[in-house]
């Protein structure tokens, strides 16, 4: 058979499933090109961190003529109710024994737990995976989030979670697919296929019916093609639901790493990933010597090898399928990745605080006072009036470029941060290029006076440039103030920014002998 149409819609990196996924992002796009497919989807596990290299690389690829659309998702942790996890939570709270462990520290790096998701019965670190993949900018801000309210009250234990009550909240603009043997359809697999097979089927016809209520005919069973025989054995449970409920089907790779040589790179950096952890019982921690070991290829596949893995695993395992279905199961990624998901970058649009601007000014009138009256307040403090002119002709002339560019409500913001930081703790005078601005020194941001230094403005900002302002601002507890900014704009305003270090070898081995 040639040329079977098929996208990778369940993608692992290294960025954003630690000891997982394998690989940047961005490698894993260049082999999917490379291997003759037009997009992919990257699903890490209950976070979007690896959504900017997407965009990023997907923009360089564009430049270089290569036509390759990004699909944006995430693989979620799933629970189906909050509150009853609460109750149950509760009850672990009050047996002395089960108390002692609640007390483990959790983090809030995402690592994989095979066997959590495989476990079976009330357990309270018990969760399962969704796939969740944007049609559009509607449904990214929704993935957004749902991914942002997983890390914060009960939603988060151990891991990012969502639940039923999310789901219905936000599923415009989303498809949903059942995901693997750890997956919501796997779950109701692995609580009841000890009581009959009947068992299993009613309980996903019950998550069927929640699910098809959410997403409508976004809801998606997936298939998956590797030698596990419980895999096949849930693949035919996930066939009754496409033929009772007329659920369409995908098949999926479900990949952890860029290309097919580096399976061995991802078996050893998943081990390294449980060293000092305790090594789980599912996991042997003797590294294969083939890949035929592990029994399946986690690489981005193009539909020809969907197909011969399909036909290779289903005769290993003695499962028998209808070649059509199975097909259809392979092309309809590339349907729902062509017909149903827009091609788009993610909006990134600089959207600026309104609140720091008083009723009756406009930002550029409102800045433009404060800093009058800042610089006139700092030339009589220092002795400077003299030379009023010159700063006044230097003022009047940063304002027109912050103005022009538009950041007025940049400083002001910044002034307002500025001004809480005085009044409970310590701020750093002021470094880099942004010491150059006279305005900033007016507003009380730094504490550098840029003309009496000979600092330029044009460093830090110019009329003909494209990029950001960007201002070091050094604070003594970063963390406090954060929280009193908080308390006082509110939690959906104020975040922290989050940092991945890469260590390239000669700086991590200069540090590890410092340290």
């Keep these: 058979m040639k040329d079977i149409k098929f996208v990778g819609l369940h993608a692992h990196s290294g960025v954003?499933?630690?000891?997982?996924?394998?690989?940047?992002?961005?490698?894993?796009?260049?082999?999917?090109?490379?291997?003759?497919?037009?997009?992919?989807?990257?699903t890490d596990h209950g976070n979007m961190n690896g959504v900017s290299y997407q965009v990023l690389h997907a923009k360089k690829m564009e430049k270089e003529g290569k036509n390759f659309k990004p699909i944006y998702g995430v693989e979620a942790y799933f629970i189906e109710d909050v509150d009853e996890w609460r109750t149950l939570y509760e009850e672990h709270k009050a047996d002395k024994k089960k108390a002692r462990a609640l007390a483990k520290e959790q983090s809030g790096t995402t690592v994989e737990n095979e066997g959590e998701t495989k476990s079976k019965?009330?357990?309270?670190?018990?969760?399962?995976?969704?796939?969740?993949?944007?049609?559009?900018?509607?449904?990214?801000?929704?993935?957004?989030k749902m991914v942002s309210e997983s890390?914060?009250?009960?939603?988060?234990?151990?891991?990012?979670?969502?639940?039923?009550?999310?789901l219905s909240k936000y599923s415009d603009g989303i498809i949903g697919m059942s995901a693997c043997l750890g997956g919501v359809y796997a779950g109701n697999?692995?609580?009841?296929?000890?009581?009959?097979?009947?068992?299993?089927?009613?309980?996903?016809?019950?998550?069927t019916r929640r699910m098809v209520d959410i997403f409508g005919d976004r809801w998606y069973g997936e298939l998956q093609w590797n030698n596990?025989?419980?895999?096949?054995?849930?693949?035919?449970?996930?066939?009754?639901m496409h033929e009772e409920f007329g659920i369409k089907l995908t098949s999926t790779?479900?990949?952890?790493?860029p290309s097919p040589k580096a399976w061995n790179d991802r078996e050893l950096y998943k081990r390294l990933g449980w060293l000092g952890r305790g090594k789980p019982e599912w996991l042997d921690m003797t590294l294969p010597l083939s890949v035929e070991e592990i029994g399946y290829e986690l690489y981005p596949k193009n539909g020809n090898q969907m197909w011969e893995a399909y036909k290779h695993y289903a005769e290993e395992c003695g499962q028998k399928y209808d070649d059509d279905l199975v097909l259809q199961s392979i092309e309809e990624t590339h349907k729902i990745a062509f017909d149903r998901i827009e091609r788009f970058y993610p909006d990134d649009t600089v959207r600026l605080p309104d609140f720091v601007v008083p009723s009756g000014y406009t930002d550029d009138e409102y800045l433009e006072r404060v800093s009058s009256e800042g610089l006139i307040s700092l030339l009589k403090l220092n002795g400077n009036l003299a030379s009023e002119r010159q700063?006044?002709?230097?003022l009047q002339h940063e304002l027109s470029v912050i103005a022009d560019r538009g950041f007025s409500k940049y400083f002001l913001t910044m002034k307002a941060i500025a001004d809480r930081t005085n009044e409970i703790q310590l701020s750093g005078t002021g470094r880099g290029s942004a010491a150059g601005s006279l305005v900033a020194y007016a507003l009380g941001i730094t504490q550098v006076d840029p003309i009496k230094y000979g600092l330029l403005f044009s460093r830090f900002l110019r009329s003909d440039a494209t990029d950001y302002p960007d201002i070091d601002y050094d604070v003594s507890d970063p963390m406090v103030l954060k929280e009193h900014l908080i308390n006082e704009w509110g939690d959906n305003t104020v975040v922290p920014i989050s940092n991945f270090n890469t260590l390239q070898l000669r700086s991590l081995i200069k540090d590890i002998s410092k340290f």
Aim: with cysteine.
């Design 391 to 394: 700063y006044k002709q230097r």
């Design 189 to 207: 697999y692995w609580e009841h296929r000890e009581e009959s097979e009947e068992a299993v089927l009613e309980a996903m016809r019950k998550t």
């Design 121 to 144: 019965g009330r357990s309270i670190n018990r969760s399962r995976h969704i796939v969740l993949l944007a049609m559009n900018q509607e449904g990214l801000n929704n993935i957004y």
């Design 151 to 166: 890390y914060n009250g009960d939603y988060f234990y151990r891991k990012p979670r969502i639940d039923y009550a999310l």
């Design 16 to 42: 954003g499933s630690p000891f997982d996924g394998f690989g940047y992002p961005q490698d894993h796009m260049d082999y999917a090109f490379e291997n003759g497919c037009e997009a992919l989807a990257l």
């Design 228 to 240: 596990v025989p419980e895999q096949h054995e849930l693949n035919q449970y996930i066939i009754k």
């Design 253 to 257: 790779a479900d990949s952890h790493y």
